[in-house]
């Protein structure tokens, strides 16, 4: 048995999932709203956290981040399984990169959600269910962009709040002149465009905080992908490839693992 917090608008779904884990062994406690749900969350420390996208005042993404940040580890810590009508690759993706372990669509089968429940208790320390979703969220982006991967044409190119621009709004990153000389160690070929147009705008910051705001994404999605890079080109974190690049730009076609200036945020 598991305690299982299940927080969802709508009354005739939040019974229905009580119901249903309840008859399925586990002690279930809900939440109208991601006020309430923080709330019963911090006091409760539920085992696996089922969560609604689509909410009035704080959505699911909201209180996602909120458990994420917190400081208690033991809030952090608590495994969260998204559960939405949102069934776009890309939400899937802002899903697994932003700290959910799980992601399922509605409609679903009782079953599915009683496996997705019992997997996400079962499936080890929540820190490495979150990495392996993350890097799970990653490989799909990439294939995504590389063409490789399926076309979701209900969510072709969609805003994902925080991150991507507004359509039709012009990003403070967008039309930058390329760089007149990249390092001759940086591999272009082995990035994307997004890539590329990441570490302009990380060079042409004087912060990653400030980087993020200009390219209008979170602070999640901007270190997984600094990740995703220094992993193409063989450095051992995003940090060191912007140090790298940074130093290289103040001293010319410098080394790749000049110390340079910190990347802080």
Same mark, same amino acid.
């Given at each position: 048995?598991?305690?299982?917090?299940?927080?969802?608008?709508?009354?005739?779904l939040r019974?229905m999932?009580?119901?249903?884990?309840?008859l399925?062994g586990?002690?279930?406690?809900?939440?109208?709203?991601?006020?309430?749900?923080l709330?019963?969350?911090?006091?409760?420390?539920?085992?696996?956290?089922?969560?609604?996208?689509?909410?009035?005042?704080?959505?699911?993404w909201?209180?996602?981040?909120s458990?994420?940040s917190?400081?208690?580890?033991?809030?952090?810590?608590?495994?969260?399984?998204?559960?939405?009508?949102?069934?776009?690759?890309l939400?899937a993706?802002?899903?697994?990169i932003?700290?959910?372990?799980?992601?399922?669509?509605?409609?679903? +089968?009782? $079953?599915?959600?009683?496996?997705?429940?019992?997997?996400? =208790?079962? *499936?080890?320390?929540? !820190?490495? #269910?979150?990495? /392996?979703?993350?890097?799970?969220?990653?490989?799909?982006?990439?294939?995504?962009?590389?063409?490789?991967?399926?076309?979701?044409? +209900?969510? $072709?190119?969609?805003?994902?709040?925080?991150?991507?621009? =507004?359509? *039709?709004?012009?990003? !403070?990153? #967008?039309?930058? /002149?390329?760089?007149q000389?990249?390092?001759?160690?940086?591999?272009?070929?082995?990035?994307?465009a997004?890539?590329?147009?990441?570490l302009?705008a990380?060079?042409?910051?004087?912060?990653?905080?400030?980087?993020?705001?200009?390219?209008q994404?979170?602070?999640?999605?901007?270190y997984a992908?600094?990740?995703?890079m220094?992993s193409?080109?063989?450095?051992?974190?995003?940090?060191?490839?912007?140090?790298?690049?940074?130093?290289?730009?103040?001293?010319?076609d410098?080394?790749?693992?000049?110390?340079g200036?910190?990347?802080?945020?």
């Amino acid at each position: 048995m598991a305690r299982v917090l299940v927080v969802d608008d709508e009354p005739d779904l939040r019974d229905m999932l009580r119901v249903s884990l309840s008859l399925a062994g586990h002690e279930v406690s809900v939440a109208p709203d991601g006020h309430r749900a923080l709330v019963l969350a911090r006091e409760q420390l539920p085992d696996v956290l089922v969560l609604d996208v689509m909410m009035p005042g704080m959505d699911g993404w909201g209180v996602l981040a909120s458990l994420k940040s917190d400081p208690d580890s033991a809030v952090a810590g608590i495994p969260v399984l998204m559960l939405t009508a949102r069934s776009g690759d890309l939400d899937a993706i802002r899903g697994g990169i932003e700290g959910a372990v799980r992601y399922l669509t509605k409609p679903f +089968a009782i $079953a599915d959600l009683h496996e997705a429940v019992a997997g996400a =208790v079962a *499936g080890g320390p929540e !820190p490495e #269910q979150r990495r /392996a979703a993350q890097q799970a969220a990653l490989a799909h982006l990439a294939r995504l962009e590389r063409g490789t991967g399926p076309v979701d044409k +209900a969510s $072709a190119r969609p805003r994902l709040s925080r991150l991507e621009p =507004v359509s *039709g709004k012009r990003s !403070p990153t #967008q039309g930058l /002149a390329p760089r007149q000389s990249w390092p001759s160690w940086l591999s272009l070929d082995l990035l994307t465009a997004r890539d590329r147009e990441i570490l302009e705008a990380v060079l042409s910051c004087a912060s990653l905080n400030e980087a993020r705001l200009d390219l209008q994404v979170s602070r999640s999605y901007l270190y997984a992908r600094l990740r995703s890079m220094a992993s193409k080109l063989e450095f051992g974190s995003g940090p060191a490839l912007v140090r790298a690049l940074r130093s290289s730009s103040v001293a010319g076609d410098g080394g790749r693992h000049s110390a340079g200036s910190p990347a802080t945020d």
